[in-house]
């Protein structure tokens, strides 16, 4: 059976007000075929306050994506609580024990990633990456975060182009997501979305 696979997310958190995710647009099919360039990979939910990106398997991720939305309603948007919530049922649940796929999951406070054993862990830094191209996102990231005064979404955005130049399962057709700064979100505002072709 051939599967279709999603690549490289990279989150990055400057503070409470300047949270990013990025993502890449590759799908590629089985292990030699780009079968989309465009895809989005990254988005906002629970009223724009929470941002998710996945890697992996994409009907897998998706599944898992609406099911943490639901954990999030059931727990008022705690993060943590949704997050471990999600790995017990991801645990548990036969038929989830088989979805192959990683997420991020960030907000003001964090972020998390949510493995494919159900797993939920916290990174020490505050920018984490995963996916085929997710090591060397990192490293990109880890370089900016801690040399220059760039913001999360620049730091994500650069780290994703230069993983793409590394990474045959990563393109430069990059998505980012961010959070508003909070006093725009009591505004009406709705949360930034930004393509980058």
Same mark, same amino acid.
């Given at each position: %059976?051939?599967?279709?696979? /999603?690549?490289t @997310?990279? &989150?990055? !958190?400057? #503070?409470p007000?300047?949270?990013?995710?990025? $993502?890449?647009?590759?799908?590629?099919?089985?292990?030699?075929?780009?079968?989309?360039?465009?895809?989005?990979?990254?988005?906002?939910?629970?009223?724009?306050?929470?941002?998710?990106?996945?890697?992996?398997?994409?009907?897998?991720?998706?599944?898992?994506?609406?099911?943490?939305?639901?954990?999030?309603?059931?727990?008022?948007?705690?993060?943590?609580r949704?997050?471990?919530?999600l790995?017990?049922?991801?645990?548990?649940d036969?038929? %989830?024990?088989?979805?192959? /796929?990683?997420? @991020?999951? &960030?907000? !003001?406070? #964090?972020?998390?990633?949510?493995?494919?054993? $159900?797993?939920?862990?916290?990174?020490?830094?505050?920018?984490?990456?995963?996916?085929?191209?997710g090591?060397?996102?990192?490293?990109?990231?880890?370089?900016?975060?801690n040399?220059t005064?760039?913001?999360?979404?620049?730091?994500a955005?650069?780290?994703?182009?230069?993983?793409?130049?590394?990474?045959?399962?990563?393109?430069?057709?990059?998505t980012?997501?961010?959070?508003?700064p909070?006093a725009?979100?009591?505004?009406?505002?709705?949360?930034?979305?930004?393509?980058?072709?």
């Amino acid at each position: %059976m051939v599967e279709f696979h /999603a690549t490289t @997310i990279c &989150a990055v !958190r400057r #503070g409470p007000d300047d949270v990013c995710m990025a $993502g890449d647009g590759q799908v590629t099919m089985g292990e030699t075929a780009i079968m989309k360039m465009g895809a989005r990979k990254v988005s906002t939910i629970y009223k724009g306050k929470v941002l998710v990106g996945f890697a992996g398997s994409v009907a897998d991720a998706f599944t898992l994506r609406e099911k943490f939305e639901d954990k999030l309603e059931e727990h008022g948007g705690n993060l943590k609580r949704a997050a471990v919530a999600l790995a017990q049922l991801w645990r548990s649940d036969r038929g %989830m024990r088989g979805l192959e /796929a990683l997420m @991020i999951v &960030a907000d !003001r406070e #964090g972020m998390l990633v949510l493995s494919g054993n $159900g797993e939920v862990i916290e990174p020490d830094e505050d920018f984490v990456a995963i996916g085929s191209g997710g090591n060397y996102a990192y490293s990109a990231a880890n370089a900016l975060y801690n040399h220059t005064d760039m913001s999360a979404e620049e730091i994500a955005r650069e780290s994703l182009r230069i993983a793409s130049t590394i990474c045959v399962y990563t393109n430069d057709h990059i998505t980012a997501v961010k959070l508003e700064p909070e006093a725009d979100l009591l505004e009406g505002s709705t949360v930034k979305q930004i393509e980058e072709v």
